[in-house]
């Protein structure tokens, strides 16, 4: 079955990265779109980036453009989030998520009903 496994969360000051990275299985890897979405303690989960997989499109929230980068090694089944710049308001659980749905529009690339399979999360927490 499918699995995504993210890896990489932990403690960080602000000002401070992280990578994040989320392995697949049990799916063609290359033929995936790729997200990751986050919540934070009380908050709707929300949309971070996407990236397709051919070509390797890719969609930022506002939140996270300039400071966030999504990236894909389709040879290791693995899709990385490199988080720099870390602020508080980032703490949350970061979930990494796949589907097959072609999105031509941003609307859709950060729509969770475009994914169809998730993993269970890592925790990211900034701290001041």
């Known amino acids: 079955q499918v699995q995504l496994v993210e890896s990489g969360g932990g403690l960080v000051q602000a000002g401070g990265s992280l990578r994040l990275s989320c392995a697949a299985s049990?799916?063609?890897?290359?033929?995936?779109?790729m997200g990751w979405f986050r919540q934070a303690p009380g908050k709707e989960r929300e949309f971070v980036a996407r990236?397709?997989?051919?070509?390797?499109?890719?969609y930022y929230a506002d939140s996270v453009k300039g400071r966030f980068t999504i990236s894909r090694d389709n040879a290791k089944n693995t899709v990385y989030l490199q988080v720099n710049s870390l602020k508080p308001e980032d703490t949350a659980i970061y979930y990494c998520?796949?589907?097959?749905?072609?999105?031509?529009?941003?609307?859709?690339?950060?729509?969770?009903?475009?994914?169809?399979?998730w993993g269970q999360g890592t925790q990211v927490t900034v701290s001041t």
């Open positions: 049990g799916l063609t890897f290359s033929t995936y779109n």
């Open positions: 998520a796949a589907g097959r749905t072609y999105c031509a529009t941003y609307e859709c690339s950060a729509n969770e009903a475009s994914f169809g399979y």
């Open positions: 990236i397709s997989y051919n070509p390797s499109i890719t």
